[in-house]
């Protein structure tokens, strides 16, 4: 079965400064990968996506992924954070299109500081 | 951004009482999704359509759970006897055929007391 494990469930860093969030899956498969943001009182944005291609994809709000298959991981990374992205991160995995559900992580809270 | 609308954004029942919400897809997504966040933020599925068929559903949702995705009106999502431990944000979720994402509404929170 598919699962993913973000083992960070909270991270703070002060505005300006670079962020990286983690996430490993397990699957025997590569999976579409996905994170989503949420904001306070909201429902799930979509950052960024990977299927295929370059294992660095470029997503909104200037935020990026990398996956490693690898290390089986798909890792957020941003270089200079605003304390506008405080939120809960949440990495995802789908096994495929239509009817496939989407399996989360437990979320990173990420908290910046002004 | 998401153009899924999901009513009410919140929803206070008393045990035993039917609770039920409602979601319009993106238009023309035929697959729609039902997901349990709870305050862990531990996800869980709970059913999924296409159009008016239902794919997939867990065993909870057959119990008490029921859920419908008629055509030409909202999807709804109906617990027949609200427990406490149902008290979640109830998130749905719609993809068009082909496409790998799934856009999420901004739920309906149920508190349950």
């Known amino acids: 079965a598919q699962s993913v494990t973000q083992p960070d469930a909270r991270v703070t860093v002060s505005e300006g400064a670079s962020l990286q969030l983690r996430c490993k899956y397990s699957s025997s498969v590569t999976p579409y990968l996905f994170w989503y943001v949420q904001y306070p009182r909201q429902g799930l944005q979509l950052l960024l996506k990977y299927y295929s291609g370059d294992p660095v994809v470029q997503g909104v709000n200037g935020f990026e992924a990398e996956f490693s298959k690898s290390n089986s991981s798909f890792h957020l990374r941003k270089a200079s954070v605003h304390w506008s992205d405080s939120a809960v991160y949440f990495c995802a995995v789908s096994m495929g299109t239509n009817a496939y559900k989407v399996i989360f992580g437990k979320g990173t809270h990420l908290h910046v500081l002004p | 951004n998401s153009k899924v609308i999901q009513t009410p954004r919140y929803l206070v029942k008393g045990q035993g009482q039917k609770a039920k919400m409602r979601c319009i897809p993106e238009?023309?997504?035929?697959?729609v999704f039902w997901y349990q966040q709870n305050k862990n933020n531990e996800f869980k599925f709970l059913i999924n359509?296409?159009?008016?068929?239902?794919?997939?559903q867990i065993d909870m949702t057959e119990k008490r759970f029921s859920a419908e995705c008629p055509s030409n009106s909202p999807c709804s999502l109906e617990i027949q006897s609200s427990e406490a431990g149902d008290s979640a944000l109830y998130l749905c979720?719609?993809?068009?055929?082909?496409?790998?994402?799934?856009?999420f509404g901004p739920g309906t929170r149920l508190l349950v007391l």
């Open positions: 238009k023309g997504h035929p697959v």
């Open positions: 979720a719609s993809r068009d055929w082909g496409q790998d994402t799934q856009y």
């Open positions: 359509f296409q159009n008016q068929e239902v794919l997939q």
